[in-house]
Nanobody, 124 residues
């Protein structure tokens, strides 16, 4: 059973930056895609960014393209999400998730392990 632990959330002003980290336990990290999702109260969890097992491929939601960057370090079993030019709409709980295989998918159905989430709050 893999354990995912997110960190790096917090309160930031609009236009600011944060870097989220997700540390994974277990030996399957380097063979699986990883994703970041987010969820606002009362809304569906939505895909933010994903990265293939090797880090050679990435995908982003349209709303974050050009502002957020996903990366991974397989030697450290860690995936990152750099959040730049933050907007109040980005205020949500951010979750990292492990993919069911090495490819990136936008649907949460293709992710089988989830972290507990980290809160990002952007003030205007």
């Amino acid at each position: 059973q893999v354990q995912l632990i997110e960190s790096g959330g917090g309160l930031v002003q609009a236009g600011g930056s944060l870097r989220l980290s997700c540390a994974a336990s277990g030996r399957t990290f380097s063979s699986r895609a990883m994703g970041w999702f987010r969820q606002a109260p009362g809304k569906e969890r939505e895909f933010v960014a994903g990265i293939t097992w090797s880090g050679g491929g990435t995908d982003y939601a349209e709303s974050v393209k050009g502002r957020f960057t996903i990366s991974r370090d397989n030697a450290k079993n860690t995936v990152y999400l750099q959040l730049n030019s933050l907007k109040p709409h980005d205020t949500q709980v951010y979750y990292c998730a492990r993919g069911v295989n090495g490819g990136v998918y936008l649907s949460h159905l293709y992710y089988d392990s989830w972290g507990q989430g980290t809160q990002v709050t952007v003030s205007s």
